[in-house]
C-alpha cells in the first residue's frame, strides 16, 4: 500500500550528519548537523559566506561532502557516487542562486534538458506545454510562451522559468525543493505569487528549504529557521518563536533598522531640493514616457514591475555618457555600472578577486604612468576589502571561490572605488544579506552628501525609501515621479498598473 505524503507529515526526510567541506584552506562547512522533514518550509539564513550555498550544493549532489553522511527517509547516501542526478533520483530538485538556463535555447528546450528522458517524438511540444502549465500554475498572468528564447527575456522573466522548471512534474515524484535566493530578480507580484505556492506545496507534505536574505520573507513563509554562521549551524528554531531582531543578532549582525524610510530621510543629502546641477536629463517623448532627471548628489529610484524599461534605460544612460548623449538624453561625466546579473554581465569568472574589483580603476592607478601601480593596486584593492567585510583568504583567489552575496560586493566596491560621478546600478542586493545591505545604504548616503549621483533600480520597495525621487515605470516608458512621503508599495503598484490596464 502507498502511504500519502501528507500522512508522512512530520517524519525526517532528508538529514546531514557532520557534514563537511572545504575549498583549499576556506572551511566552508563545518561539521553541519541538519534535518529537514516532510511537511515544512525551513527557512536557511546567515550572513554571506556562512556556508548556505554550499550547503545546498551537498544536499542537491552538485557537491561531494569531504566528511558526513547524508540520510534520506532513513536510509544512508552513497557519497562516492552522490551526484545530481542521485539526488533527483530521490526526489530532491534546486534552484541555484545563479541561473541555470541556456541562453540560445527556448524554453522548451530548456526543459528538455532537464528532462532528458523526455525523448519521444514532439518533444517540444511536450516539454513546452509541461512548463506552460507549471507556469500557470505558479506565476499567473507570466506572459511567456513556450517558444520565447532565454537569452532574450529579462532576468526576472529568467528566474521565474527556472523556477517552473524545477517544479514541473518529472519521471521522479518531487519530495524536496531548495531555493536559493528565489526572488532576488522578481518584483512584488511574482515574488508573492511563489511565496503562496509553497505553501500549497509544504501543505501537500512536500518540504521546501528557502535561501533568502528577505527577512520579510522569511518570516511570512517558513515553519522553522536554521542559521548558519562560519560554516555551522548556530540556531535551529520554530519561526513562530522567534523575531527579526533576535534572527539578525544569531546572524551575527546588527541590526537593521526596520523603518528604513525614517531613518534613510534622516540621512539624505540637504543639498538635493534647491538648484543643484541636473546631470542626468532626460527628455519627455512617446517612447520614454514624462521627463526624467537626476540632480547632483541625488539618489534616484526607479521601481514598477520587473522587465519594464528600467534596465534599459540605464543601459541607454551608460551609452549616452559614453558618447557625449544627445539632446535627448545627457549624462554629465562618466559612469560606473553596478549590475544585478553579476554572471552575465558583471564579473570576469577567470580573474581573481581582486583584478575583479580593480579593473574599473585602471585610469586611475595608472594616472602618472603608462604602466599600472602594482602596489597601489593591492592597497586599494585591500582597503574596499576591509570596508566592505569580504569573506576571504586571498584576493589573488579565483572571483569563483566567493559566496554569490561576496561576489555582489566586489561589483560594488568596483564601481564606489572609481572616480565617475553617475553610479547606475541594476538591482545591485541580489543574495547580500542583511548587514552588508546596510553598510552599502550608508555608503551610498555617504557618496550622495560627497556630490556624486546614483539611478538605482530595485525590486525591493524598502529600498525605494533611500531614494530622494521614484520614477515608476510600465511597458517601457516612465509613467510616474514619486518624491517624499508618496514614494509607498501602494503608490508605485497603482502608477504600474493604471498605465499597464490603459
Not at 88 to 95: A, I, T
Not at 269 to 289: F, I, K, M, N, W
Request: aromatic share 6%; charged share 25%.
Amino acid at each position: 500500500m502507498q502511504v500519502s505524503s501528507q500522512a508522512l507529515a512530520g517524519e525526517v526526510l532528508v538529514e546531514a550528519r557532520g557534514a563537511a567541506r572545504a575549498f583549499g584552506a576556506v572551511k566552508a562547512l563545518r561539521g553541519v548537523d541538519l534535518q529537514l522533514r516532510r511537511g515544512e518550509c525551513v527557512g536557511l539564513v546567515g550572513h554571506n559566506g556562512a556556508g548556505k550555498s554550499t550547503l545546498v550544493n551537498v544536499l542537491c549532489g552538485a557537491l561531494a561532502p569531504d566528511s558526513g553522511e547524508l540520510r534520506f527517509a532513513g536510509r544512508p547516501a552513497d557519497a562516492s557516487a552522490w551526484s545530481l542526478r542521485e539526488a533527483r533520483r530521490w526526489g530532491l530538485r534546486c534552484v541555484f542562486q545563479e541561473l541555470s538556463l541556456c541562453d540560445n535555447l527556448t524554453l522548451a528546450e530548456n526543459m528538455r534538458i532537464a528532462q532528458p528522458q523526455s525523448a519521444e517524438w514532439a518533444w517540444r511540444k511536450r516539454a513546452g506545454a509541461q512548463l506552460m502549465a507549471t507556469l500557470d500554475r505558479i506565476f499567473p498572468g507570466h506572459g511567456l510562451r513556450a517558444d520565447d528564447v532565454v537569452g532574450e527575456l529579462p532576468i526576472g522573466k529568467r528566474q521565474i522559468v527556472e523556477v517552473a522548471r524545477a517544479f514541473t512534474p518529472g519521471a521522479q515524484p518531487l519530495e524536496l525543493m531548495i531555493l536559493d535566493e528565489p526572488t532576488s530578480s522578481l518584483d512584488g507580484q511574482a515574488a508573492a505569487q511563489l511565496l503562496a505556492y509553497i505553501r500549497s506545496f509544504v501543505a501537500e507534505g512536500k518540504t521546501c528549504v528557502l535561501i533568502t536574505h528577505k527577512l520579510r520573507e522569511i518570516f511570512a513563509v517558513t515553519d522553522r529557521l536554521v542559521v548558519m554562521r562560519d560554516g555551522q549551524v548556530v540556531q535551529a528554531t520554530p519561526t513562530a518563536e522567534t523575531d527579526r531582531e533576535r534572527l539578525v543578532m544569531a546572524m551575527g549582525q546588527a541590526i537593521v533598522n526596520d523603518a528604513p524610510k525614517a531613518d534613510a530621510a534622516a540621512a539624505r543629502p540637504r543639498g538635493t531640493e534647491g538648484g543643484a546641477q541636473a546631470v542626468v536629463q532626460v527628455q519627455a517623448s512617446t517612447q520614454r514616457g514624462i521627463a526624467m532627471q537626476a540632480k547632483r548628489g541625488e539618489v534616484i529610484g526607479l521601481a514598477g514591475l520587473a522587465g519594464h524599461g528600467q534596465t534599459a534605460m540605464l543601459l541607454a544612460l551608460q551609452e549616452a555618457s559614453q558618447h557625449k548623449g544627445t539632446d535627448a538624453m545627457r549624462v554629465d561625466g562618466g559612469t560606473a555600472f553596478v549590475a544585478g546579473d553579476r554572471q552575465t554581465d558583471g564579473v570576469f569568472a577567470l580573474w581573481s578577486i581582486a583584478r575583479n574589483m580593480t579593473v574599473g580603476w585602471l585610469a586611475q592607478l595608472r594616472a602618472r604612468s603608462p604602466l599600472i601601480d602594482l602596489k597601489r593596486e593591492r592597497q586599494q584593492a585591500q582597503q574596499w576589502r576591509e570596508r566592505l567585510g569580504l569573506v576571504t583568504p586571498d584576493m589573488d583567489l579565483p572571483i569563483g571561490s566567493l559566496s554569490g552575496g561576496n561576489q555582489q560586493k566586489v561589483l560594488f566596491a568596483r564601481a564606489l572605488g572609481s572616480t565617475a560621478p553617475v553610479i547606475l546600478m541594476d538591482d545591485p542586493m541580489r543574495g547580500v544579506d542583511v548587514g552588508t545591505k546596510r553598510d552599502v545604504y550608508a555608503l551610498i548616503r555617504e557618496e550622495a552628501r560627497g556630490g556624486r549621483t546614483f539611478v538605482w533600480y530595485t525590486t525591493e520597495f524598502d529600498e525605494l525609501h533611500h531614494c530622494d525621487r521614484v520614477y515608476v515605470f510600465s511597458n517601457g516608458r516612465v509613467v510616474g515621479e514619486l518624491a517624499g512621503d508618496d514614494i509607498s508599495e501602494e503608490r508605485v503598484v497603482a502608477l504600474s498598473f493604471e498605465e499597464a490596464v490603459a
